[in-house]
Structure formats: C-alpha cells, structure tokens
C-alpha cells in the first residue's frame, strides 16, 4: 500500500483496491464489511446494471484476496434499486422512494 491512501473524492480505483484490500484489512482497527457504489444518474435503471455487476465482480475478487467473505454489498437508490438487488445488493437507498423528491436547493442569492 503505498504511503497516501489511494481514496479520491469520486471513490477508490478497482485496480488500486485490489492492490490495497489485504493491507488495508490487516490495520488493527478496520475490518472491511463490504463494499459500496452509486451508480452514474440514468432514467433507464438497467443501465445501471453494469456498474453493479462491475462492483459484485470486484467483492468476489476482494473475497478472494482476503479468504473471507464479505457481507455486504451496497448499492441501488430508488430509481434503481431492482436492478441492483438482482446483481447481489445486500443494501440499497429509497430515501426517494419513501419520502417522495427533495425541494431544489435554494441558491445563495435566493435566500438573502
């Protein structure tokens, strides 16, 4: 693993996950659960489908790395939760779903 975590505001890399789950997952005081994603915004949700059979594909390959199996397996959101549960989501977001939209964001220059 190299000095600087290979994390980036928009996720960690596939390829430098591979490279960093087993260090990662030796550290004393984290244990790796599982992994997430959220899938690029679409009307359609099955094209969400290959982002999350990309991410099922990367934990069976993180499971293998480590010898252990990971539980959980979090993606899909309201507007595409089905799509993920049938590649292997174990958890998945419906805030839209039952909450209904969210009000748009008011800009700086609307609220003063």
Request: glycine content about 8%.
């Amino acid at each position: 693993m190299s000095t600087a975590l290979s994390w980036r505001k928009f996720g960690y890399p596939p390829d430098a996950l591979l490279r960093d789950v087993a260090p990662i997952n030796a550290l004393k005081r984290i244990e790796i659960h599982g992994l997430m994603t959220i899938a690029p915004w679409t009307t359609e949700a099955e094209k969400a489908r290959r982002v999350f059979r990309q991410l099922r594909e990367l934990k069976t390959s993180c499971e293998q790395i480590l010898g252990a199996s990971l539980a959980h397996l979090s993606m899909g959101m309201s507007g595409d939760f089905e799509v993920a549960i049938e590649e292997g989501a174990t958890i998945v977001r419906l805030g839209t779903a039952l909450f209904g939209p969210r009000p748009p964001a008011q800009r700086k220059e609307e609220t003063t």
